[in-house]
Nanobody, 125 residues
């Protein structure tokens, strides 16, 4: 079974940066071509942030993070990184990585069936 381990959350001031990592392992990973990042703020629904196709490297971003967040992959280590720059208080949320079959457009939670534990990102002065 595919397992995902997210890390890298923390407290950062507005305008600062954080890097989240998602380490993937387990049998079946070869069939999960999309790795996505989602977030859930208090009192809000979980929303898709970004995803990357593990094979061809294609990416997608939510409009709210476009130009500030960058997703990348290291297939030799089976890790996906989300570099978050110019963070805003509204980016505060628990961030989750998830595995799905594809990365086509902004990730939809219905398309991802393997989830890691969340990592908390707090943007506050």
């Amino acid at each position: 079974e595919v397992q995902l381990q997210a890390s890298g959350g923390g407290l950062v001031q507005p305008g600062g940066s954080l890097r989240l990592s998602c380490a993937a392992s387990g049998p079946g990973l070869d069939f999960k071509f999309g790795i996505g990042w989602f977030r859930q703020a208090p009192g809000k629904e979980r929303e898709g942030v970004s995803c990357i196709h593990r094979t061809d490297g294609s990416t997608a971003y939510a409009d709210s993070v476009k130009g500030r967040f960058v997703i990348s992959r290291d297939n030799s280590k089976n890790t996906v990184t989300l570099q978050m720059n110019n963070l805003k208080p509204e980016d505060t949320a628990v961030y989750y990585c998830a595995a799905g079959i594809y990365c086509i457009g902004v990730p939809d939670i219905k398309e991802y069936d393997i989830w890691g534990q969340g990592t908390l990102v707090t943007v506050s002065s």
